[in-house]
């Protein structure tokens, strides 16, 4: 049992790095309709903004102002290149945001270089003991923080005047813009979070294991935790990110005990496991909104 609750914590923390990825892209696609790939290069320019700026004003300033860095980032990223792309279809644009994670992670590697770079953060693989468990501070630290950023943003979605517009814009962008809503300020905007959120993620990345140019993978997890919750869905993007990290964490401690047969390494495609038997169930994720078509 000791093994299963430390396991499963791995897992949740994990899992909150996972949920924060996923819920940029929820983000920007329930503003824009749009999956933006750019995800992945986004969290590794945020690991690597902390990494050189942690050296100049220590590590917790270093984390605000690389998030804020990548939240500009992002920001001209939708001004130049996705802002033109308006009324074009969905397809051209999602291609486009795949070039530029290519384009941005060509650049972002070259401030990598060929060793791994460490982000300066206090926690490493340092362990607390809570109970009878014994568990890293950087999985803690990782729910935590995600916790924080999760209730500041639902209640920033529900009692501010941009969060208000940021949901009417979701709902339908023809009836938001007939009562005065900005839609173009609403997918900037959107923007904007989900390079704030991706830069954290980075960082959580980068703790202990620090960061080298084949880090961004990692990001593509969060495709699965989107999926699994539902593709239009904040909570359900924060449920799917903890769930692909749990069973992720289970698979990870125990497939090699009771399915050796599955081969080394299944941990690493569980995720997508876990998708696959959600979309045979419920295509729409566990917390999307069922589509129903009338013909």
């Known amino acids: 049992?000791?093994?299963?609750?430390?396991?499963?914590?791995?897992?949740?923390?994990?899992?909150?790095?996972?949920?924060?990825?996923?819920?940029?892209?929820?983000?920007?696609?329930?503003?824009?309709r749009v999956i933006s790939f750019a995800q992945p290069a986004l969290m590794l320019a945020g690991a690597v903004a902390v990494s050189y700026l942690a050296g100049v004003t220590g590590f917790y300033p270093a984390v605000l102002l690389a998030a804020l860095l990548i939240a500009g980032v992002a920001l001209a990223i939708e001004r130049v290149a996705i802002r033109p792309m308006v009324g074009r279809p969905v397809f051209v644009?999602?291609?486009?945001?795949?070039?530029?994670?290519?384009?941005?992670?060509?650049?972002?590697?070259?401030?990598?270089?060929?060793?791994?770079?460490?982000?300066?953060?206090?926690?490493?693989?340092?362990?607390?003991?809570?109970?009878?468990?014994?568990?890293?501070?950087?999985?803690?630290?990782?729910?935590?923080?995600?916790?924080?950023?999760?209730?500041?943003?639902?209640a920033f979605f529900r009692y501010t005047r941009y969060g208000l517009a940021m949901r009417a814009a979701a709902f339908d962008q023809e009836i938001a813009l007939a009562q005065?809503?900005?839609?173009?300020?609403?997918?900037?905007?959107?923007?904007?979070?989900?390079?704030?959120?991706?830069?954290?993620?980075?960082?959580?990345?980068?703790?202990?294991?620090?960061i080298?140019?084949?880090?961004?993978?990692?990001?593509?997890?969060?495709?699965?935790?989107?999926?699994?919750?539902?593709?239009?869905?904040?909570?359900?993007?924060?449920a799917g990110g903890l769930v692909v990290g749990v069973v992720e964490s289970l698979f990870q401690s125990y497939q090699g005990e009771f399915a050796p047969w599955l081969g080394q390494n299944f941990a690493v495609v569980s995720p997508y496991v876990v998708m696959l038997i959600v979309l045979l169930v419920r295509p729409y994720g566990l917390f999307g909104t069922r589509e129903v078509e009338r013909v």
Do not use: C, H
């Not at 300066?120 to 362990?127: A, I, R």
């Not at 839609?183 to 703790?207: D, N, Q, R, Y």
């Not at 990692?218 to 993007?237: Q, T, W």
């Open 1 to 32: 049992m000791k093994g299963l609750l430390e396991s499963v914590i791995r897992g949740l923390g994990n899992g909150s790095v996972y949920a924060l990825l996923a819920l940029g892209f929820v983000i920007i696609y329930k503003a824009t």
């Open 93 to 154: 644009v999602a291609i486009i945001t795949l070039g530029i994670d290519v384009v941005l992670r060509v650049v972002v590697n070259a401030f990598i270089g060929r060793d791994v770079r460490q982000v300066g953060d206090p926690w490493g693989f340092t362990q607390v003991t809570l109970g009878p468990l014994v568990v890293q501070s950087r999985w803690l630290a990782m729910m935590l923080v995600t916790a924080v950023l999760v209730a500041l943003l639902f």
């Open 180 to 210: 005065g809503v900005s839609v173009g300020a609403v997918f900037a905007l959107s923007w904007g979070l989900a390079g704030f959120l991706a830069a954290i993620a980075g960082m959580f990345v980068g703790t202990g294991q620090g």
């Open 212 to 238: 080298e140019q084949m880090t961004w993978v990692i990001a593509l997890k969060a495709l699965p935790a989107i999926i699994v919750g539902g593709l239009d869905s904040l909570g359900g993007a924060v």
